[in-house]
T-cell receptor
C-alpha cells in the first residue's frame, strides 16, 4: 500500500525550461511534505518542504505547490539546469510522529542541453 | 570527518551469513534512521532510534536488528542474510524527533546477497 506515489518514473526536460515533478498521497493525516534530491552513489539531500497550512513554498528556482483537496503536490524547477539531473523523492510525514518519513518511489529528472 | 558516514560502501555476502552495516554521525543528533532503497519502492524505513538505547521498528523491520549504545553510532545487523535483502541501505540522522526536522543522509551501502 503505497501511501505516497510518484507516477512518473522519469522526466526529460530541456535546459532553461520548467521541470514539473508530481506526487500524490493517500493518507489524509500527512501534514508536512518534503522533496529530497539524490545523485548517483550519494545519499538523498533535503531540497524543499511545505506545511499543510500553506499551498506554496518557494526557494530560489524551486517551488513546491500543495493541493490538499486533491492530495497532490508538485515541485517546479525554473529554469532547469543540467546540474538538476537527479532522482527526486517526495516524502510526507505526520508532525509529531518522530520524524518518520514516508517516501515515494522517485522520479528521475534528466535536463538536456 | 564531520557529518554522517556509512561503512562499508559496498558489501557482497552469501545467504545465511551475518552482516553488520555501520553508521556514524558527528553532530550528536538524537534521532537516527535506517532505510532501504529498492526499485519500485523508494526508501522504506527499517528501524529508527530516538536516543541511545531507544529503538523502534519502521515499515520493514523483519530480518534486521539494530542497537544504539552510543549516540553517534547506529549499526544495522542482518542476522541471516537473504537474497531479498539485496538493496542499498541509507542511514540518516536528525536533531530532534519533530516531524519537520531535516533528516541528513549518509552516502549509502550497496549490499548484495548471493
Amino acid at each position: 500500500d503505497q501511501q505516497v506515489k510518484q507516477n512518473s518514473p522519469s522526466l526529460s526536460v530541456q535546459e532553461g525550461r520548467i521541470s514539473i515533478l508530481n506526487c500524490d498521497y493517500t493518507n489524509s493525516m500527512f501534514d508536512y511534505f518534503l522533496w529530497y534530491k539524490k545523485y548517483p552513489a550519494e545519499g538523498p539531500t533535503f531540497l524543499i518542504s511545505i506545511s499543510s497550512i500553506k499551498d506554496k513554498n518557494e526557494d530560489g528556482r524551486f517551488t513546491v505547490f500543495l493541493n490538499k483537496s486533491a492530495k497532490h503536490l508538485s515541485l517546479h524547477i525554473v529554469p532547469s539546469q543540467p546540474g538538476d539531473s537527479a532522482v527526486y523523492f517526495c516524502a510526507a510525514t505526520v508532525t509529531g510522529t518522530a520524524s518518520k518519513l514516508t517516501f515515494g518511489t522517485g522520479t528521475r529528472l534528466q535536463v538536456t542541453l | 570527518d564531520a557529518g554522517i558516514t556509512q561503512s562499508p560502501r559496498y558489501k557482497i555476502t552469501e545467504t545465511g551469513r551475518q552482516v553488520t552495516l555501520m553508521c556514524h554521525q558527528t553532530w550528536s543528533h538524537s534521532y537516527m534512521f535506517w532505510y532501504r532503497q529498492d526499485l519500485g519502492h523508494g526508501l522504506r524505513l527499517i528501524y529508527y532510534s530516538a536516543a541511545a538505547d531507544i529503538t523502534d521498528k519502521g515499515e520493514v523491520p523483519d530480518g534486521y536488528v539494530v542497537s544504539r549504545s552510543k549516540t553517534e553510532n547506529f549499526p544495522l545487523t542482518l542476522e541471516s542474510a537473504t537474497r531479498s535483502q539485496t538493496s542499498v541501505y541509507f542511514c540518516a540522522s536528525s536533531e530532534s524527533g519533530v516531524g519537520t526536522d531535516t533528516q541528513y543522509f549518509g552516502p549509502g551501502t550497496r549490499l548484495t546477497v548471493l
